[in-house]
């Protein structure tokens, strides 16, 4: 009998020491949770590729064994950043085109584009990044020098937000653009009653047709450059605003083959047979692929004068910008989705465009709950409407776009429209969330741009002294939580990402410095020092 008590309780003793298997222990980790209470913890337990437990260093290991083990060495881990709003495949496709991104002048676009023509000769010449507002004379530019470099190759160089081309005449002849071309939702530019090369919105669609079609390797390529370039940041999501089937497809199709590990939020563009198919079909969601929303182009862009406004252009009289998708179309567009189980992600810059989409939303959505359809950019908001977003409309911002603006934005919209432009914190305080992202290529990939530009509302040389209007600053959890739980949110996957918490996938960021108390001055050099996914190194 002894023998028998004795045996029950070294078994006992044996079962009470017996460790979990897991696949990864993190050890001696400043961590940020992001979960409700934004706690902290040391160590993490990972099997599966989804976190097991998250506490306290040597609890996890009284706790659990694994063959695998990372010793963060007191380095800060935050959860996978997520970009709330980029355009994922276009910045693969610009790494197949002239980087104009940076140029200081027209003459070295030129400059750029000869070198890359001369390097890799191309039957159309594309390119991608000019700004006009970057150089000494601040106006469009013309296509005078690029027909005398270029008189039988068609260029087609795109401004850095995506709305305006510049072209030169082979290109506007294989396009059949003349001066009496009719357009509406844009501008064929003209001086003098002559085409200046320089096209805004819906017309950049009659280039586009004459662009060569890219083959299947090229589109591939240029998948596997955006996930290299998006992990190297520590970003393990990605919202890509505006995507045709065939490359969801081929995203799908990758991301099974094992051969793209990125999650991809896939907003699908607003073309009459995307919706046809995907409407019908419904939400398509594996692990790493999400596809539930529509992204619809409400109006223009800011820069390139293109944002609808209610009244006119304080550096340019008379003129109002324009919509994009006409107001008819975008109510019938709201109420079609709105009987799906898909978001409907609107861009809207202008103020007038914004109103546009929230009286739409609202009157589609009436009866509905959490929907959560999205303002894509929400960029300059009349104070009397900031009140819709208090119905469970989603404001998705990109921070650097304000310090990208801050410089001329005012001579776009005068004293007091400016003071309803990117004004996150006052949406936030209206909706309750921001998801945040970077709109890239529009702006760099760095998400650490994104957070700084966030809470500190300067350029990377502290300009200006004090910050570009600091009373819509967001704080560091709040910036933290819009590129993580919220940004989750708002593609309906806060159970499964945006936080490091059990029962999540193991997707978490091990930074060069600890975001949340380092100098604002510093968060730029911030560093993605390791990346995992689905508890799988990356980096």
Same mark, same amino acid.
């Given at each position: ?16 020491? %017996? ?176 085409? %200046? ?88 969601? %594996? ?253």
């Amino acid at each position: 009998m002894k023998k028998y008590v004795l045996l029950l309780s070294t078994l006992f003793i044996i079962s009470c020491h %017996t460790k979990e298997q897991v696949d990864l222990i993190v050890s001696n980790a400043n961590i940020y949770t992001v979960d409700e209470d934004f706690s902290k913890a040391t160590g993490i337990a990972i099997k599966d590729g989804k976190f097991v437990e998250v506490g306290d260093t040597d609890e996890i290991n009284k706790k659990y064994t694994a063959q695998n083990s990372f010793d963060a060495q007191g380095k800060t881990i935050v959860p996978g950043l997520i970009d709330a709003h980029c355009h994922f495949y276009g910045l693969g496709q610009n790494q197949q085109v002239v980087d104009l991104v940076g140029t200081e002048s027209y003459e070295e676009v030129m400059e750029r584009v000869v070198a890359f023509q001369k390097e890799r000769p191309s039957n159309f010449i594309r390119g991608r990044g000019w700004d006009q507002n970057d150089w000494e004379v601040k106006e469009f530019p013309t296509k005078d020098k690029l027909d005398e470099l270029f008189p039988d190759t068609p260029v087609a160089l795109e401004r850095v937000d995506g709305h305006a081309y510049l072209v030169n005449q082979k290109a506007l002849d294989m396009a059949g653009i003349t001066a009496e071309t009719k357009t509406e939702g844009g501008e064929i530019v003209k001086e003098n009653g002559k085409i %200046t090369g320089v096209l805004v919105d819906n017309p950049m669609g009659l280039i586009d047709q004459v662009i060569p079609k890219a083959s299947l390797a090229q589109n591939i390529q240029a998948l596997k450059d955006a996930e290299a370039i998006s992990l190297d940041y520590g970003l393990t999501t990605v919202n890509d605003a505006g995507l045709p089937r065939e490359i969801v497809e081929l995203i799908d199709s990758l991301q099974q083959a094992g051969e793209l590990s990125i999650r991809v939020y896939a907003m699908i563009s607003n073309y009459p047979e995307n919706l046809d198919y995907f409407l019908e079909k419904g939400i398509i969601k %594996t692990n790493q692929l999400n596809v539930r929303s529509v992204k619809v182009y409400g109006d223009g862009a800011l820069g390139s004068r293109g944002a609808a406004l209610r009244d006119h252009y304080s550096d340019k009289p008379g003129h109002f910008g324009a919509m994009v998708t006409p107001v008819d179309q975008i109510e019938a567009l709201a109420h079609r989705i709105a009987e799906t189980d898909y978001q409907m992600n609107t861009h809207a810059i202008g103020d007038s465009a914004n109103i546009v989409v929230l009286r739409a939303y609202e009157k589609a959505l009436k009866g509905r709950t959490d929907r959560r359809w999205k303002v894509e950019h929400a960029q300059v908001i009349s104070p009397s409407d900031f009140n819709y977003f208090e119905k469970g409309i989603i404001p998705s911002v990109q921070p650097t776009h304000a310090t990208s603006d801050m410089y001329w934005a005012e001579d776009r919209l005068g004293k007091e429209r400016i003071k309803g432009a990117y004004a996150y914190k006052d949406l936030l305080n209206k909706a309750g969330l921001v998801a945040l992202g970077t709109d890239f290529p529009v702006e760099q990939v760095n998400p650490f741009l994104t957070f700084y530009a966030a809470v500190a509302r300067q350029d990377v040389a502290q300009y200006p002294e004090g910050g570009f209007q600091m009373e819509n600053a967001l704080s560091r959890e709040e910036t933290l939580k819009g590129m993580t739980i919220w940004a989750a949110y708002s593609n309906f996957e806060e159970e499964e990402k945006g936080s490091i918490e059990a029962g999540k996938f193991a997707d978490f960021v091990v930074l060069s410095d600890d975001i949340m108390t380092i100098p604002s001055e510093d968060i730029p050099n911030i560093t993605a020092e390791h990346v995992f996914l689905g508890g799988v190194q990356k980096k």
